[in-house]
């Protein structure tokens, strides 16, 4: 599942080479991250006094209203350090991704870029808030409606790994466990997933309150399709038997300063422990994959027009 891209390969790129392994539900690891990083001065700015300030669980630039929730200070300075740190992370990020996967990029999202500067380990949150537990992401940024999940993340912590690990792709969780977490619907046929007039109501009033600069309200934008998505997410997290069973467990360590880059959506990840690191998520239109019929999306349809 690990695809390790070092300097040397990522020189020599084939086209396609890098995105195709991400449809086949690859995590694209960088040993040395292929991102130019913040100043060490930065870096540890951010490390030692992020921490004190945060109100949510991560730091996160919102692109679509220019600026960062969550920061507990009135120090104008202090904001607009964090800010202009974020932006130019989001921008190299970015700028990497068009360069070495174009195809996912036209007219793509560019999504929030945050700083996670809690341990993942030990932090004994609900089930649905843990980051320890395997997971799918779903609804990462608001509805998807079968558009892919791509995130990249940095490890900038300089003395220990980030540890993931992952129990296999969406094809193969939902082979064994669609049943189980009652994601079918017989009879349904492929439209099952499409939004309806209610759905298209409620995306509306969301991006509405988005513009007028309420961001984090567009997590709350759903969809059918997104719906289903976050019903197996909340299923394996939900789920001790699932958690417990090694079926397809492998464990990856990412060492200080490497990077990696996965569709969210399709890839079951769990972050065990892991202290500052930066993501950025991106929304990917599913008409641009080159494997469509590997996405969740028409895995989903495919069933449905089974049964």
Same mark, same amino acid.
């Not at 972050?271 to 994959?289: D, K």
């Given at each position: 599942?690990?695809?390790?891209? &070092? +300097? ?7 086209? &396609?080479?890098?995105? &195709? ?7 694209? /690891? /960088? ?26 669980? +991560? ?64 932090? +004994? ?48 969780? $939902? ?6 977490? +009652? ?8 439209? $099952? ?55 397809? $467990? ?58």
């Amino acid at each position: 599942m690990l695809d390790t891209y &070092d +300097n040397a390969r990522l020189k020599l790129l084939k086209p &396609d080479e890098l995105s &195709d392994s991400l449809e086949r539900g690859s995590v694209a /690891f /960088f040993p040395e991250s292929p991102v130019q990083l913040p100043s060490e001065e930065d870096l540890s700015f951010l490390r030692q006094e992020l921490p004190k300030l945060l109100k949510l669980k +991560n730091i996160s630039y919102h692109p679509e209203v220019g600026r960062i929730p969550g920061l507990d200070s009135d120090d104008v300075e202090l904001v607009e350090r964090v800010n202009r740190i974020l932006v130019t992370v989001s921008d190299n990020i970015t700028s990497f991704i068009q360069k070495t996967a174009p195809r996912l990029t036209d007219n793509w999202t560019i999504g929030t870029c945050s700083f996670r500067p809690i341990e993942e380990k030990g932090r +004994n949150l609900k089930p649905h808030s843990s980051n320890e537990l395997v997971h799918i992401d779903a609804g990462a940024y608001g509805a998807t409606n079968g558009d892919r999940i791509l995130r990249f993340f940095i490890n900038v912590n300089p003395l220990a790994d980030r540890v993931w690990a992952t129990k296999g792709s969406f094809s193969d969780l $939902y082979a064994i466990y669609g049943k189980q977490a +009652n994601l079918g619907s017989s009879n349904a046929g492929r439209g $099952y997933l499409s939004k309806g007039p209610l759905d298209h109501i409620r995306t509306g009033l969301i991006n509405f309150l988005v513009k007028a600069g309420l961001p984090a309200v567009k997590v709350l934008d759903s969809s059918p399709y997104d719906r289903v998505m976050r019903k197996f997410h909340n299923y394996m997290k939900d789920t001790p038997s699932f958690q417990q069973d090694q079926q397809g $467990y492998e464990e990856f360590r990412f060492p200080p300063f490497s990077a990696w880059m996965v569709f969210t959506d399709m890839v079951s990840h769990a972050s065990l422990s892991g202290q500052y690191a930066f993501v950025l998520t991106s929304i990917v239109r599913l008409e641009n994959c080159r494997l469509p019929e590997l996405a969740p999306i028409n895995i989903l349809r495919q069933a449905a027009s089974s049964n």
